[in-house]
């Protein structure tokens, strides 16, 4: 199974984007607001400006973000490398405010498939359940049962 960023997910996120940095915008050229409210659009201008500017590169990125095959898996959102099927000890499905995400336990230590020291550093905060990576079925060009169906067929059974 492969998938990559969904166009229509990107644009949205893009408009959105854009809106908060053209509200923020307008917010700090207000009179009327206070210092400490211009600051939260400086911030906010920062931010959203951010958001937009990942979203907009990412629209003409067409490489696969998520790759689940016989071999390994691989979602290019958290990891550098795809981890081979030998090493998933276990997967686990954490859902959050109605969302599933899975959960590969690849055990210690789990940045060892991230290269980029902002992924290394998200993985070593993100280390609630314990050492491993959590894959996440959304914002993506396919169903969320697709990736559930593709883990069940390539997943070893622990």
Known sequence: MVARFSLVKLLLTLAGAIGFVVLSLWMIGRPDFSDTAKFFCVVGVAFFGAVALYAAGSLFDRRPVLVIDAQAIFDRRSMDTPIPWAEVRGIATVTLRNREFYY???????????????????????????????????????????????????????
């Not at 079925?137 to 593709?150: F, G, I, N, T």
């Open 104 to 158: 590969l336990d690849i055990g210690e230590p789990a940045d060892r498939y991230t290269r980029g020291a902002l992924k290394r550093w998200l993985l070593n905060v993100n280390q609630n359940y314990g050492p491993g990576v959590t894959v996440s079925p959304h914002s993506l060009d396919v169903k969320p049962a697709e990736v559930r169906e593709a883990l069940a067929r390539f997943a070893p059974v622990t």
